[in-house]
Antibody, heavy 127, light 108 residues
Framework: EVNLLQSGGGSVNPGGSLRLSCAAS????????MNWVRQAPGKGLEWVGR??????????EYSAPVKGRFIITRHDSEKTLYLQMNGLKTEDTATYYC??????????????????WGQGALVTVAS | SYVLTQPPSVSVAPGQTASITCGGN??????VHWYQQRPGQAPVLVVY???DRPSGIPKRFSGSNSGNTATLTIRRVEAGDEADYFC???????????FGGGTMLTVL
């Protein structure tokens, strides 16, 4: 069964750091592009960033609000995706989801739809 | 930046058809994906590449995309379809994924 299991959420003071993890199972992972998406309480989905596969240089792209503060990495041998969040602000408070890009789970044939999602991890930034 | 506009809410009686729109400049030239999100759960892909359904998604769910509007249509709506729905496109100019603001579907 394909799955993304997230860990690492919690509460942190403004200016602090937190690292989220996302462990993959049931699919390749190393060939897959991975994304982070967040959702502030009661709000819509917001794309955070993505990392391409190692064969594509593991290139990373970030949304403007997090660029320069957040870092996305991947450890293919452990099938784990990471989101290192530094310089956290109150407006970063959200549930963070990891997700695959490109129908990695085999239920569709799109080159870029997000078909597998983690369960989400709540990050609260408050003093 | 590229903006996707969705109505905040849509209401429909059980058994009727719900249409949820997603407006964007020349969105018809882009590939649109749709996600369903029930309260407290992660999003689920329900339509991809404008019109296709992942396996396991009922045929009652369909999509279309033309001009400046993409539409998610849910026929024979059931109580279990009550959820938030989000559209999504890739904006190549900024190399960013963009989501619509979301539409809350209420089944009366």
């Amino acid at each position: 069964e394909v799955n993304l299991l997230q860990s690492g959420g919690g509460s942190v003071n403004p200016g602090g750091s937190l690292r989220l993890s996302c462990a993959a199972s049931g699919f390749s992972f190393s060939d897959d592009w991975m994304n982070w998406v967040r959702q502030a309480p009661g709000k819509g989905l917001e794309w955070v960033g993505r990392i391409k596969s190692r064969s594509e240089g593991a290139a990373v792209e970030y949304s403007a609000p997090v660029k320069g503060r957040f870092i996305i990495t991947r450890h293919d041998s452990e099938k784990t995706l990471y989101l290192q969040m530094n310089g956290l602000k109150t407006e970063d408070t959200a549930t963070y989801y990891c997700t695959t890009e490109g129908c990695s789970g085999g239920t569709c044939y799109s080159t870029d739809a997000f078909d597998i999602w983690g369960q989400g991890a709540l990050v609260t930034v408050a003093s | 930046s590229y903006v996707l506009t969705q109505p905040p809410s849509v209401s429909v009686a059980p058994g009727q058809t719900a249409s949820i729109t997603c407006g964007g400049n020349d969105i018809g030239t882009r590939s649109v994906h749709w996600y369903q999100q029930r309260p407290g759960q992660a999003p689920v892909l329900v339509v991809y590449d404008d019109t296709d359904r992942p396996s396991g998604i009922p045929k009652r769910f369909s999509g279309s995309n033309s001009g400046n509007t993409a539409t998610l249509t849910i026929r024979r709506v059931e109580a279990g379809d009550e959820a938030d729905y989000f559209c999504q496109v890739w904006h190549s100019t900024t190399a960013h994924w963009v989501f619509g603001g979301g539409t809350m579907l209420t089944v009366l």
